[in-house]
């Protein structure tokens, strides 16, 4: 599937102890019949013995908007990542409210790719670390 995209996908070169990429990808298309070169998002699945993921989206940079103000009323840090702005935000919606606790997430821009990682069960900083081991 990544082979077919329009736009570059690197992957993060470490994960979280006990997690492995899968063979599960999902592709968001804009029509049903569309073929994989018109994919807009490509999600990949990190997955632990106890069935905990980390997700990885990512799509081309132009519908990136810039901030991570949707994930909740937690505070968006503004970071550098690898030298490049990345907002991380810790946290995720649990059972309809926001919960600190619960993981986080990281988005940054990369060349002519967007990329979202997120987890509930993984530590803001064993994301950020994921995120800075993509070549």
């Not at 992957?11 to 063979?23: K, V």
């Not at 940079?61 to 990345?86: C, K």
């Given at each position: 599937?990544?082979?077919?995209?329009?736009?570059?996908?690197?992957?993060?070169?470490?994960a979280p102890e006990g997690y492995e990429l899968t063979d599960q990808v999902?592709?968001?298309?804009?029509?049903?019949?569309?073929?994989?070169?018109?994919?807009?998002?490509?999600?990949?699945?990190?997955?632990?013995?106890?069935?905990?993921?980390?997700?990885?989206?990512?799509?081309?940079?132009?519908?990136?908007?810039?901030?991570?103000?949707?994930?909740?009323?937690?505070?968006?840090?503004?970071?550098?990542?690898?030298?490049?702005?990345?907002?991380?935000?810790?946290?995720?919606?649990?059972?309809?409210?926001?919960?600190?606790?619960?993981?986080?997430?990281?988005?940054?821009?990369?060349?002519?790719?967007?990329?979202?990682l997120q987890a509930a069960w993984v530590s803001l900083e064993d994301l950020l670390r994921m995120a800075e081991s993509q070549p």
């Amino acid at each position: 599937a990544m082979a077919a995209l329009s736009f570059e996908v690197r992957l993060p070169t470490w994960a979280p102890e006990g997690y492995e990429l899968t063979d599960q990808v999902m592709v968001t298309l804009p029509e049903d019949q569309a073929s994989l070169t018109e994919a807009w998002q490509l999600w990949l699945h990190w997955e632990n013995d106890a069935g905990q993921q980390v997700l990885l989206l990512a799509f081309p940079s132009e519908y990136y908007r810039g901030d991570a103000l949707e994930f909740g009323p937690a505070a968006v840090e503004e970071i550098v990542l690898d030298g490049t702005p990345a907002a991380a935000v810790r946290g995720n919606w649990g059972v309809g409210r926001w919960e600190e606790r619960l993981g986080g997430n990281v988005l940054w821009v990369r060349g002519d790719t967007a990329y979202w990682l997120q987890a509930a069960w993984v530590s803001l900083e064993d994301l950020l670390r994921m995120a800075e081991s993509q070549p």
